[in-house]
């Protein structure tokens, strides 16, 4: 299993606090962990939420704990992070003892994803942003979070985030894939973007994916608790030292901040070239959040 990385950085052996709730050193996408990962036995009623980094995916899965707690008031709190490529390869072994619906979170594309979660039919929310604000946002994060490689400028993050040398590969190669996929069974994509315009809406939406029947007066408290403020407010709380990095504006359109014209030129290319006229493309509404 090969995750692209930076030409310059080589592979990634990051370490943070992260506390959810466990407070621990991890080790990020380790090459033992990769090894292991087929190791993980989905289940039916498993959440699982794939997403390209930096599109939003810790704020949903804040609105899925939330979910989760408030329909299912019995299951206790894990002390895994949710993030399956990332911790010690043990791991998989102590998910067996997690109660159902655990949340499975994954940066990884399709074609890595472990087999048991199309096996066991386990059904899929796959997170997409803006490929500019996400843009925007990843190179944010490697300038910002101690102990991940930065860059010396926006212009050498964007070459090579445009060129697929990020960590995780090409934002736009994995929506082409993601796109093939679009109407699979089990399979459901929702953007950043739509949990901005609605978080009533999307919760409700989220909701009926996962099989969970909030009232209507769950529904309006959870998306009340869970605006990206709410949640900005608690990111220390809830996530240790990078907390106020990985959730940093929550804003739609910071990509003008520091996109060139002939930066916005060559993405716009890209985009049709990939894109365009596809269902996830359409999704993405490049149009109305994309152009100057």
């Given at each position: 299993?090969?995750?692209?990385t930076?030409?310059?950085k080589g ?6 606090q992260?506390t959810?709730p466990?407070?621990?050193a ?30 939003g995916?810790n704020?949903?899965i804040?609105i899925l ?12 709190v894990?002390?895994e ?7 010690d ?8 003892h ?11 594309n399709?074609?890595?994803?472990p087999?048991?979660i ?8 796959v997170?997409?942003?803006?490929p500019k604000d996400?843009?925007?946002?990843f190179?944010?994060?490697h ?8 860059y ?19 934002y736009?190669d994995?929506a082409?894939i993601?796109?093939k ?7 459901m994509?929702?953007?950043y ?12 939406q989220i ?9 209507a007066e769950e529904i309006?408290?959870i998306a009340e608790n869970a ?16 907390g ?7 804003v739609?359109?910071?990509?003008k901040?520091?996109f060139?014209?002939?930066?916005n030129?060559e993405?716009?290319a890209k985009?049709?070239e990939c894109?365009e006229?596809?269902k996830?493309?359409a999704?993405l509404?490049?149009d109305?959040y994309?152009?100057?």
């Open positions: 299993m090969v995750v692209h930076s030409s310059r592979i990634w052996n990051l370490r943070w992260h959810f466990l407070s621990t991890l080790s990020v996408c380790s090459a033992e962990m990769f090894q292991a990962l087929e190791n993980l036995e989905a289940r039916r009623d498993d959440v699982v939420l794939v997403s390209y980094p930096k599109c995916v704020w949903l804040h704990s939330d979910l989760i707690l408030t329909t299912i008031q019995s299951k206790p894990s002390t992070l949710p993030f399956i490529e990332c911790g390869p043990d791991k998989y072994q102590r998910m067996k997690i109660p159902s619906p655990r949340i499975l979170a994954i940066h990884l399709y074609d890595y994803l087999r048991s199309f096996k066991n039919k386990a059904k899929i929310l997170l997409f942003q803006n996400t843009a925007v946002s190179f944010h994060f300038n910002n979070v101690p102990n991940v490689p930065s010396s400028s926006w212009d050498e993050f964007f070459s090579e985030f445009m060129n697929g040398k990020v960590g995780w590969g090409s736009f994995r082409v993601w796109n996929h679009i109407e699979d069974e089990n399979i994509v929702i953007t973007e739509d949990l901005k315009e609605d978080l009533t809406a999307s919760v409700k909701a009926e994916i996962f099989g969970f029947s909030p009232t309006q408290c605006t990206f403020q709410a949640v900005k407010e608690k990111a220390h709380e809830t996530h240790g030292v990078v106020s990095n990985l959730f940093r504006k929550g739609v359109g910071d990509w901040s520091l060139t014209e002939a930066q030129q993405m716009d985009f049709k894109l006229g596809t996830l493309g999704k509404k490049y109305v994309c152009k100057a």
